[in-house]
């Protein structure tokens, strides 16, 4: 079993949302570097902390486990989804997504500020400046000293 951390904007999918549907698509990777940890690495069983970004309170807000490997996200061949790719198609699809199951909410969300200040994380890619990637690796030890703060 591995660990991740995916990225959201709690505005369009939250920890919350993910308790409503119980089980979601995790689409719309549009990094190659994401994409290809998706389509190679995450496997049915992995947890992942769900992040929130671009809101008030930006962190760690869930966990989810998950439940199908990659498979085309067939968003992008759909013109009228925000994630269209006019150069994937069925035949040769350019991006995956994964399905997650909730798991659970945190007590609290754990605030990036808090993160940022633990020496455990110094390695973790989420507290380096200019990191973009909303899908990432995250070790043992990283994530128990994350979960350990909840």
């Not at 309170?57 to 759909?78: L, Q, T």
């Not at 035949?91 to 808090?114: C, G, Q």
Request: net charge negative; charged share 25%.
């Amino acid at each position: 079993m591995a660990y991740w951390l995916f990225k959201t904007e709690p505005d369009t999918f939250s920890i919350d949302t993910l308790r409503t549907q119980n089980i979601s698509c995790w689409e719309g990777v549009r990094n190659y570097q994401a994409r290809n940890m998706l389509r190679d690495e995450v496997k049915v069983g992995d947890l992942v902390l769900i992040y929130h970004s671009s809101c008030k309170d930006v962190g760690v807000a869930g966990i989810a486990k998950v439940v199908k490997e990659a498979y085309p996200d067939h968003f992008a061949f759909n013109v009228e989804s925000d994630y269209f790719d006019a150069k994937s198609s069925p035949d040769n699809p350019r991006w995956f997504m994964v399905d997650i199951a909730f798991e659970r909410k945190l007590s609290r969300v754990i605030p990036l500020a808090k993160l940022k200040a633990m020496s455990e994380l110094e390695q973790l890619p989420l507290v380096k400046r200019g990191n973009r990637l909303s899908v990432m690796p995250v070790s043992e030890e990283e994530w128990q000293a994350i979960l350990h703060q909840e």
